[in-house]
């Protein structure tokens, strides 16, 4: 007997979970009303894309440091887009990937990073971007078919440390 009472309760507190499980389940979603807050452009006197030599990005990675975080670099990395800047650090992450990072003065002291990698045949890449934590838009150094590139881009789904 007390086992039929026993599954009995069980039993009920199934069905009650069961249909209370379908009443949340009928309501809505609660619609979220939140927009991605708009912030100035950096770069809005760049073109949208532009290229660079990759001579240009070779000598970045050449620059003298004299190890006090004050090394002063000026360059040109394409026709109108000049940087100024102090060289923060030069990191080899492994022997086939080195990179450095700029604060670019000329750029509200945008960070630009570009990371140079060696491939398995010997070949190498680089790759980089130029972003600042409060500006929306932001320079991605691209690779396409061996000439490099910067792209302007949207900073939305980007994350800036």
């Known amino acids: 007997m007390k086992l039929l009472h026993l599954q009995w309760i069980i039993i009920s507190l199934l069905l009650v979970q069961k249909s209370t499980a379908q009443d949340t389940s009928a309501t809505q979603p609660i619609p979220l009303n939140q927009h991605p807050v708009e912030k100035p452009a950096l ?9 660079c030599s990759p001579a240009t990005i070779i000598n970045l990675f050449s620059v003298k440091l004299n190890g006090l975080h004050t090394d002063l670099l000026s360059a040109d990395l394409a026709e109108g887009f000049h940087i100024e800047g102090i060289v923060l650090t030069r990191v080899a992450i ?3 990937q080195y990179n450095i990072n700029i604060r670019c003065t000329n750029y509200q002291n945008a960070l630009l990073n570009i990371c140079r990698i060696t491939l398995a045949d010997g070949t190498v890449k680089y790759t ?3 972003v600042h934590p409060d500006y929306g838009d932001l320079l991605q150094l691209q690779e396409e078919n061996g000439q490099y590139s910067f792209i302007k881009q949207k900073k939305l789904l980007t994350m800036v440390e």
């Open 128 to 130: 980089g971007r130029l």
């Open 94 to 96: 492994s022997p086939q």
């Open 43 to 51: 770069f809005a006197q760049l073109p949208n894309k532009f290229s």
